[in-house]
Each structure stands twice: as C-alpha cells, then as structure tokens.
C-alpha cells in the first residue's frame, strides 16, 4: 500500500510555495453552498465473465465542494477515485445517486450536458497526452471557445494564457506542445479549462507526470484561480504532501467508499481511521510509526463484508478492536455512507474510531460534569462562607449594640438611643472605623456628649 500511495516529501518540497495561501483560504471557503454535490452516488462496472460480481467502483459517496474550495481526494490505486471524479464530471453515468451541480440534479441529455461540462472542466494528469501535438497552444485553448460557440475567441484565449502565467500570452500561440516545458505544457491544458469560465475544475493527479521543479508552479497557479476567481477544485491525488499544500479539505477514499473526511490540520494531525493512519504513518515527519498493511489489494468485485477494510485493519489485527468491544461489529456490521457535511472535527467510518468518539465525549461530559459538581460546591461554600460572615458581623453588631446600651444605660446617657440608632444605620465596619479615629471617647463620654456625635450616627 505504501508503494500506491506515495509520501509527501515530493509534494512537500515543491508545493510549500502554495502552502501558506492554502492555509490562509482554508477558513474562507467554509460555510459556502456546495456549487457540485455528490448524493449517495454508486457507480457499478459490470464484469466480463458470466460468474463474476459487478466492480463497485464507487460504492456509496456523499460529497459537497463550495465554491472557492479545493478537496482533494486521495486513496490507493484502484480504490475509485477517477471513476467518482468522471462521474462528477458527467462522464460516467451513476448506477444509483445524483451528481448535483448548482443545486440541481445533472441532466445527461446532450445541450443541457453540453452546457455543464463548460461549468465543470476536467484537467488531466498527463498534459503532453491532453494536447494534440498538431495543434498550435492558440488552437489547443480556443478549441472550448469553438466548441461552445462563444465570441471575442482571441481575447478569451490570451486572457487564459496570461492567467495562467504564460505572459505575453501572444509569443505562445503558434508554438506546438513538443517546443514548451512539462509546466509550460500544463499551463496550457489548465488554460484550456479556464478559457470557458467553469465554477470548478476537476483534476486527476494534476502534477503527477510533472517534475518536482515545476509542481510547485502549478500547485500555486491552481491556489490563485482559486483566490482570483473563486474557482473550486476537486483534486485527485496519491500525493499526500500535495494534498496537504492545496486542499481545503481532505476526503480519504478506500475501496469505493470516503472514510475519512476533514480539513488537512484535522486529518493530518489526528487521523482516526486506521487506513488514514496508515498512510500518514509513512510520511517523513510522521509520529506515527511506518504501519505496512499486509492482506490482498483491495477488489472492489468482492467488497468484504461489515467494515470493508478488516480484512487488513491493523487494529483488529492487534486484538486493540476486540478490546474495545467492536471486534464483532468490524467483521459483521456495514458501516453507513459517511453525509458530506459532519461534525466539526471531521468524519470518520470505522466502528473503533466511533468507539473511542463516544468514549471521549462520556469522559468530556463526566469532565463536565465533575466540573459542574466541583464549581457547586464552591458556590456553597461560597455562600455558607458567606452567611457565617453575615452572622458574625450581625452578632457583633448586637454585642456592641447591647454593650453600647449597657453603657448608656449605666451612664443615663442622653445619647444613648442615638448610638443605637447609630450602630443600627451604620455599617459596623464604619462604626468602628469612626470609632477608632476618636469619636467613641464622645459616645462613652460624660452628659452632653450627644451633640458632639459624629454625622455617620444618623
Ligand atoms: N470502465 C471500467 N470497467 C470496469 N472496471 C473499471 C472501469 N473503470 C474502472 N474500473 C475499476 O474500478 C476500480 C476503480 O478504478 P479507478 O480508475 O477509479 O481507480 P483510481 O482510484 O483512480 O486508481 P488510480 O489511482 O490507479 O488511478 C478499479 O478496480 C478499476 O479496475
Ligand atoms: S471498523 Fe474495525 S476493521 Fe474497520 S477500520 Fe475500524 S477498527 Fe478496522
Ligand atoms: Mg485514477
């Protein structure tokens, strides 16, 4: 599996150009209408011998792009990636499902088709394959022009060209694919997509054929169609390291089905389902050790029953499923087709991963709740503390109340029911405070004394 799906340090050392901006957009696109949907889409390939079960290439995929958002799609060899990306592209047509553009289902009927492919444009891994060696840069851009019957054609096509960095666009347009670089060739076939001002584009292993000199390039142009023009992008990918310089979000696809889907940070950081652990464990800076997943290549003729990675899962391998109690469930109960839109920190399918989530949130929720007991026993504390404050001040109150009466009525002091009345308006902190600074002498002293009581006494 290792060897399908490849590490990042390619992508890593070309594509950190585009690294920060992706980064910086990823928070942008969040929230947005999804501009291509894919509702439950299954697509089926039936098998030339009579015995043989039907491929499910694509065996259940909900998916959401929003516009100005890049999601890429990543996952072994043969696990269904270009059919589900040629499905979103109305090449293919789903067995069962809906492929939705705009809100819309996709009609297959030939100008409402025609129509859609303009909007959803397809960039192909091998660019000196995509391009005509006959045909001239300038004939290989306004071919969609042509096709679609749309004026100001040389205007369009320079526009293109100089978007895509081929600047003065005119120098280009009579040379032939074979007298321009891998990037230059690239360039051309993303400008023949652009040329028609689709919403999204869709890209099959976009820099796979191109060395790592020039993947970068054309990593950051797609990151500036995005930011420019607000284009989305589904990008199928082996290369992780890419996956994680461009994409807004991250969808790891195993044997027809998503497994995994959540932002690059979320998936990259904490990847939660063992096939996702797997490949991020042989990227170069992984913390996780290498994990090499042994059982046979996944055949999507003959998809295993209950969770359809088990027959490799490392997890249950190791006895760590059983000892979470879903040995059973991982070998027995199918897993539901993961919704394209979830909980904030992604989604998972995988009986395990769902295991330790609820686990986390019973101990979150018994956190919370020591939390709560803990914060209510302060606050009674608190108030307990605080009404043996109360009853403290009161009972010296009445102390000095009746100590100040007892005086009073021993001297027949004349001020006496004023010093009771004054220790009843005042505080007793102000009482005493006043007190202290050599007005009591007045209140315990000789007949008279009343008049030269101090104000806080009434
Ligand atoms: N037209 C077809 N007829 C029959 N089976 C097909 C057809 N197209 C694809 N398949 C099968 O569907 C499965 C998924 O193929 P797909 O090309 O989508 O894989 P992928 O993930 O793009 O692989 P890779 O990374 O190698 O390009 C494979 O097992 C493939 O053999
Ligand atoms: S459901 Fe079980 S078998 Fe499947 S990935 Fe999770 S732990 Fe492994
Ligand atoms: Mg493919």
């Known amino acids: 599996m290792s ?54 290439a694509v065996d259940g995929v909900n998916l959401d792009i929003a516009a100005g958002e890049i999601l890429a799609l990543v996952g072994e060899s043969g696990c269904g990636k270009t059919t589900l990306a040629r499905t979103m592209l109305g090449l293919e047509r789903p067995t069962s499902g809906q492929v939705r553009f705009a809100g819309r289902p996709l009609s297959y009927r030939g100008a409402a088709l025609r129509g859609y492919r303009r909007s959803v444009q397809l960039v192909l891994q091998d660019p000196t394959g995509s391009l005509n ?11 969609g022009v042509r096709i679609h019957r749309l004026d100001n054609e040389e205007s369009r096509v320079a526009d293109a060209l100089a978007r895509c ?129 042994s059982g046979e290549p ?41 919704p394209a839109a979830g909980p904030a920190l992604g989604q998972v399918s995988c009986h395990l991963a769902q295991a330790k989530l609820a686990a986390d949130s019973a101990d979150t929720a018994e956190a919370a709740s020591t939390d709560a007991a803990d914060a209510a026993e302060a606050a009674e504390a608190r108030l307990h503390n605080s009404a043996l404050e109360a009853r403290a001040a009161v009972t010296q109150r009445l102390t000095r109340i009746t100590f100040i009466s007892w005086h009073s009525s021993l001297l027949r002091n004349s001020c006496c029911w004023r010093v009771i009345l004054a220790a009843r308006r005042s505080s007793v902190a102000g009482f005493w405070t006043a007190a202290s600074r ?21």
């Open 3 to 56: 060897g399908d799906v490849s590490t990042a340090s390619a992508g890593n050392s070309t594509a950190s150009a585009g690294n920060s901006t992706a980064s910086a957009g990823r928070a942008a696109v969040r929230d947005t209408a999804p501009v291509l949907s894919a509702v439950d889409v299954r697509v089926e390939f039936a098998s030339r011998g009579r015995r043989r079960a039907a491929a499910r």
């Open 133 to 143: 060696p006959r045909h001239t840069v300038y004939e290989a851009v306004a071919e």
């Open 165 to 293: 960095g081929l600047r003065p666009p005119e120098r280009f347009f009579q040379r032939y694919p074979h007298e321009l670089s891998g990037g230059q060739r690239q360039r051309v076939v993303i400008a023949g997509a652009l040329v028609l001002e689709p919403s999204v584009l869709v890209a099959d292993e976009p820099v796979a054929s191109l060395d790592a000199s020039v993947r970068g390039e054309i990593l950051s142009l797609l990151l500036r169609l995005r930011d420019e023009l607000g284009l989305a992008a589904l990008v199928v990918t082996h290369d992780l390291g890419l996956a994680w310089n461009i994409a807004d979000r991250l969808a790891v696809m195993y044997l027809g089905r998503i497994v995994e889907m959540g932002t690059p940070e979320q998936v990259f950081a904490d990847p939660r389902h063992p096939y996702t652990r797997a490949l991020m464990s042989v990227l170069p800076e992984s913390p996780i050790e290498p994990i090499v997943l």
């Open 298 to 338: 996944p055949d999507p003729t003959r998809i295993p029953s209950g969770c359809r990675f088990h027959p490799r899962c490392p997890e249950l391998a190791s006895g760590a499923a059983a000892a979470a109690g879903v040995a059973g469930q991982c070998t027995g109960a199918a897993l539901p087709v993961l």
């Open 438 to 458: 050599g007005h009591s002498w007045r209140i315990w002293g000789p007949r008279g004394g009343s008049s030269a009581l101090p104000a806080y006494a009434w």
